[in-house]
């Protein structure tokens, strides 16, 4: 119409004036103006339930990896002058005090390690209450920022409830979900937050662009996903996440949509330069990986390629079940909890079919506006760096793994119940009605039960592996950690004697059935040992006790661990008889170390016990004598030949 009005004179003598066209709309309205004038009081409900549902774990103290990455991690626990530290090695350096190669990969999350050297510096050491309540603040904000972004990309139509919409119920139902009880209530698992609150705010700063058309916001953006990736490397498949979204659920056409991962692919270079610098390789190092052949770190070893892939394939149907019944639930899917299987099980064929159909539906649905297509590219492009499919992950699944990829889940069950149900039942998208909220209630029951009723399994180290052991039945580490916390939290500092005695016919069994999933379970044959001393304590039974040790012996003999353990009770054990103490070390330090190992130095160490038992036994110094000629230690192998031939 503009160009018609030019074409013709101005019937009043005055010059034309060009119509200016209304700027086009902003592709989202996640930032308008009021958000939080209209927006308030869902925005803040959600660190409400945060806190509400997790405020009982403030009480609890430091478990399982947080040993590693906090409490006794040399460079946390320096505070503020430890995160350079903490930027420049391996996370797990501060710990071990060297450089070991224990998960394919390495470990590269300082971003967390730091905020723990943050609450060292301000609240001082052994603090675990602030680390709980940074964990439940910063979940809490997790949900504000996706409800704020859902809220752009679906928007209340008119006449809809907010408390009926896409945004909120995919926000509540994310919150509520029992999958993530492991990220809230593990102070460690701040990892997983952190990315995955990185990863959002660089998707809601790259909007943001596209709204504002302000430059800085892709920096923003980059900056944001460097800070999820230094949390976690799954942030890093938010490169392709983010312009997917924005093609998906905004006015962008895909090639300005790829703007938007330009700050984020330099982010992922930054951060791969940076864990380069720190580990000295990108995914495998040279020197290999340590426990390559411990099944607890390397689950797989020893499988086939398809026995690998068919068992991966089970624990990725498994990872759906979880989300759609998050049902018993563990920390322990180590070897056997999830089995070894063929593509003979019906599971390993009901996951890679399921995963292919849901693959191929998605590339055949790929169009702007469709919400379960994009749902399941986000969920698989979130799953896959943990799928084991590419890198290993050091076990076979973990329950947090599923704390990025759930918020798929999450959004297709909130677009069900907001949009899809209503429609179906003919009624008006984003309105309550009574099927709907009769549904939706039963679903926030049951989440909320199951979460309130999980967390207290998280109090301890002890109560961890007592609810883990009693669903992991098949898994050779659950019995092993449940032992040792019977050994260290019961055992050590009970004083009745019927007590003990059933505790130690309790810590047998779990011990015993450890080792017949894995037995060369290097941790559980430590426990095995501290076990058989237990019972010698009971019966008295030194053949026993001595069968019990030569057969550990034989399995981890340079254990330092065991033989620390060990050496320590033949010195409590130095007024016992005398003749089967001695029988001992010479079947230890002669028979196995020389005879088998051909190791002078702990043959020499074991037989030196027999020695110090009071009398020259001439089978030990024969034995000595041996061995000292045999290493070129004449004027000793003398010494010895001669101090036998004095008692014949």
Same mark, same amino acid.
């Given at each position: ?569 033949? *010195?409590?054990? $130095?007024?016992?008889? @005398?003749?089967?103490?001695?029988? =001992?070390?010479?079947?230890? &330090? #002669? /028979?196995?170390?020389?005879? *088998?190992?051909? $190791?002078?130095?702990? @043959?020499?160490?074991?037989?030196? =016990?027999?020695?110090?038992? &009071? #009398? /020259? ?32």
């Amino acid at each position: 119409m503009a160009a018609k009005s030019k074409s013709k004179p101005a019937t009043s003598g005055k010059p034309a004036v060009k119509k200016e066209r209304p700027a086009p709309p902003a592709p989202t309205n996640t930032f308008q103006p009021d958000f939080w004038n209209r927006h308030w009081l869902p925005a803040l409900l959600m660190p409400v339930m945060a806190y509400a549902l997790y405020f009982i774990g403030m009480k609890y103290g430091y478990v399982l990896d947080d040993e590693m990455v906090y409490w006794k991690n040399e460079y946390v626990q320096k505070g503020l002058s430890g995160i350079g530290q903490i930027f420049s090695t391996d996370s797990f350096m501060g710990y071990f005090k060297e450089q070991k190669f224990l998960l394919e990969g390495g470990r590269y999350r300082p971003l967390s390690l730091a905020t723990f050297a943050m609450e060292v510096e301000f609240f001082g050491p052994d603090k675990p209450a602030a680390g709980h309540f940074f964990n439940i603040l910063l979940y809490g904000l997790t949900g504000m920022l996706l409800y704020r972004i859902l809220l752009g990309l679906f928007p209340v139509k008119e006449g809809g409830q907010w408390y009926f919409s896409l945004p909120f119920l995919a926000t509540v139902f994310y919150m509520l979900h029992p999958l993530h009880v492991e990220c809230v209530a593990n102070i460690k698992g701040r990892d997983e937050i952190l990315a995955v609150l990185g990863s959002l705010g660089a998707l809601w700063a790259a909007l943001k662009y596209y709204d504002t058309k302000a430059w800085w916001y892709l920096a923003i953006s980059g900056v944001s996903l460097l800070l999820g990736m230094f949390a976690k490397e799954n942030a890093i498949t938010f490169v392709a996440v983010i312009p997917l979204t924005i093609w998906f659920f905004t006015p962008v056409n895909f090639r300005r949509a790829l703007v938007s991962a330009l700050p984020l692919l330099a982010a992922a270079l930054v951060f791969m330069w940076a864990r380069y610098e720190a580990l000295g390789y990108m995914m495998e190092s040279d020197k290999g990986i340590d426990a390559s052949t411990d099944i607890m770190n390397n689950p797989f070893y020893g499988m086939g390629r398809d026995e690998r892939l068919a068992t991966i394939f089970l624990t990725l149907a498994w990872y759906v079940k979880l989300l759609f019944v998050p049902h018993p639930l563990t920390i322990d899917y180590y070897p056997y909890h999830v089995p070894k299987v063929s593509w003979s099980d019906w599971r390993a064929l009901i996951g890679v079919v399921g995963y292919a159909a849901m693959g191929i539906w998605a590339l055949w649905k790929f169009k702007k506006g469709n919400l379960l297509a994009y749902a399941i590219l986000f969920y698989i492009a979130t799953l896959s760096i943990v799928s084991n499919l590419f890198v290993s992950v050091g076990t076979f699944m973990n329950e947090r793994f599923l704390y990025m990829p759930s918020i798929a889940f999450c959004l297709v069950l909130g677009w069900f119940f907001a949009e899809k149900m209503p429609q179906w039942i003919k009624g008006k998208p984003n309105t309550l009605y009574p099927i709907g909220a009769i549904l939706v209630a039963a679903i926030i029951g049951l989440y909320v039960y199951r979460v309130i009723t999980r967390i207290p399994d998280w109090q301890t180290g002890f109560t961890l592996n007592k609810a883990a052991v009693e669903v992991s039945e098949g898994s050779a580490r659950s019995h092993c950690f449940y032992v040792t916390g019977l050994y260290q939290e019961k055992y050590v500092n009970e004083k009745d004697q019927q007590v003990q005695k059933q505790l130690v016919d309790e810590m047998e069994y779990h011990i015993k059935r450890s080792l017949e999933i894995n037995p060369n379970y290097g941790a559980a044959l430590i426990m095995k040992f501290n076990v058989a001393a237990a019972r010698f304590q009971i019966d008295r039974q030194l053949d026993k006790f001595f069968h019990e040790a030569e057969y550990i012996i034989e399995k981890i003999p340079y254990n330092t661990t065991f033989r620390n353990n060990l050496d320590a009770y033949l *010195k409590y054990l $130095d007024g016992s008889n @005398a003749d089967k103490y001695m029988a =001992f070390c010479y079947r230890v &330090g #002669y /028979e196995y170390f020389w005879k *088998k190992k051909n $190791d002078s130095q702990a @043959a020499f160490y074991f037989l030196e =016990f027999a020695l110090n038992r &009071g #009398y /020259e036994d001439i089978r030990t110094l024969e034995s000595i004598a041996e061995i000292s000629e045999a290493t070129g230690a004449k004027e000793q192998a003398k010494e010895f030949r001669d101090r036998a031939n004095a008692q014949k």
